[in-house]
């Protein structure tokens, strides 16, 4: 069974930083493109970053200079550095992984989401 967790939110003053972490476990062969998402109450859900098998990145205007997602692919994991913190990046942080498993089908898998709030 493949499992996703996620973690690094939590409470942060308006020009802080945070860290947001995301591993991928289970009866994986390897992962493939990976993403970070958020959502704010009554909002749609966003895309923030994305990071592809050649590391090449793409991120939302809003968070380019401040966000960095990166990848560490022996240990099935990604991240999300966030530099610079203002109010509008109040959101539960969602990640995702697109895995290879040994048997069955690839398919994305979703973290269960991490709350950052932005206040002062």
């Known amino acids: 069974q493949v499992q996703v967790v996620e973690s690094g939110g939590g409470l942060v003053q308006p020009g802080g930083s945070l860290r947001l972490s995301c591993a991928a476990s289970?009866?994986?062969?390897?992962?493939?493109?990976m993403g970070w998402y958020r959502q704010a109450p009554g909002k749609q859900r966003e895309l923030v970053a994305t990071?592809?098998?050649?590391?090449?990145?793409r991120y939302t205007d809003s968070v380019k200079g401040r966000f960095t997602i990166s990848r560490d692919n022996a240990k099935k994991m990604m991240f999300l550095q966030m530099n610079s913190l203002k109010f509008e990046d109040t959101a539960v942080y969602y990640c995702?992984?697109?895995?290879?498993?040994?048997?069955?089908?690839?398919?994305?898998?979703w973290g269960q989401g991490t709350q950052v709030t932005v206040s002062s």
């Open positions: 995702r992984f697109f895995v290879i498993p040994f048997s069955g089908v690839s398919a994305n898998y």
């Open positions: 289970g009866r994986i062969l390897s992962v493939g493109s």
């Open positions: 990071i592809d098998t050649d590391d090449s990145t």
